[in-house]
Nanobody, 124 residues
Framework: QVVLVESGGGLVQPGGSLRLSCAASGSILSSSAMNWYRQAPGKRDFVAGIGSGGSTLYADSVKGRFTISRDYAKNTMYLQMNNLKPEDAAVYFC???????????????????WGQGTQVTVSS
């Protein structure tokens, strides 16, 4: 059973920063591609992803502002978010593919394990 737990969300002013964490159980972090998604009312969007080999992919809307990374020692994936904008406000989810599926892709339908989400609010 794979368990993903997000943390690090909160309230931040426009232009501020947050770092989200996704703690993973087992060896999923090293054996699978993992993504971040965000969900605002009515839609779920791809944010960033990282393959098991370290390749990364970003949504155009966050390029240059967000950075995805992994720490194998801590079994945790991160999303560093800088220069936050009101439109970044959403519930952020991490997701992982099944073990062995290593390529990063945007579609949420390709990801099998999901965390419970963490709320990010960007407001002055």
């Amino acid at each position: 059973q794979v368990v993903l737990v997000e943390s690090g969300g909160g309230l931040v002013q426009p232009g501020g920063s947050l770092r989200l964490s996704c703690a993973a159980s087992g060896s999923i972090l090293s054996s699978s591609a993992m993504n971040w998604y965000r969900q605002a009312p009515g839609k779920r969007d791809f944010v960033a992803g990282i393959g098991s080999g370290g390749s990364t992919l970003y949504a155009d809307s966050v390029k240059g502002r967000f950075t995805i990374s992994r720490d194998y020692a801590k079994n945790t994936m991160y999303l560093q978010m800088n220069n936050l904008k009101p439109e970044d406000a959403a519930v952020y989810f991490c997701a992982a593919k099944k073990p062995g599926r290593v390529g990063v892709e945007r579609s949420s339908r390709l990801y099998d394990y999901w965390g419970q989400g963490t709320q990010v609010t960007v407001s002055s």
